[in-house]
Structures are given as C-alpha cells and as structure tokens.
C-alpha cells in the first residue's frame, strides 16, 4: 500500500452496507489512491463492480481468500 491508501474490513456487513462504506471511504480519498475491501456478502461481487462503474471508479483487482473472504481493490478515479 502506498500514502493515502486504505483498507476496510467489511466482513459481516450485508448489502448495501459495503457499498455504501465504501462510497463514504473513497469520498475522503485522494485520486488514484487504492482502497482495498474485504467483505463476505455474496452480493458484493455484483454490487461492488456496478459502484465502480456508476462513480467513475477503477475496480483493478476482485478475487475470493480463503474462508470465502471477498477482496476488491479499487482505485479511485
């Protein structure tokens, strides 16, 4: 991770929760900075990506961890 990047654990939470944390996370972030998102809702893998693309979001990396943990990566555009 480099300056000005976050993480948010969001496992647990269920829709629209993640996205809507998410949203609040990237607001306070600057451009091009990366928040990384774990979460555990199913939902997400639908919810996160269309977030992305609705706010002009780069969605550069999604892929599941062992124990069904949900990781995105996103950079802020």
């Known amino acids: 991770m480099t300056e000005g990047d976050r993480h948010l654990d969001l496992r647990g939470l269920l829709c629209p929760l993640p996205v809507l944390k998410s949203r609040k996370a ?4 600057v451009p091009g900075a990366c928040l990384t998102v774990d979460a ?3 939902m997400t893998v ?3 990506p269309h977030f992305c693309r609705e706010d002009g979001h780069l969605l550069e990396e999604q892929h ?3 124990g069904g943990i ?3 990566v996103i950079r802020k555009g």
């Not at 990237?26 to 972030?29: E, H, S």
């Open 70 to 72: 949900l990781r995105f």
């Open 26 to 29: 990237l607001r306070d972030m």
């Open 64 to 66: 599941q961890l062992d």
């Open 46 to 48: 639908i919810d996160i």
């Open 40 to 42: 555990t809702d199913e």
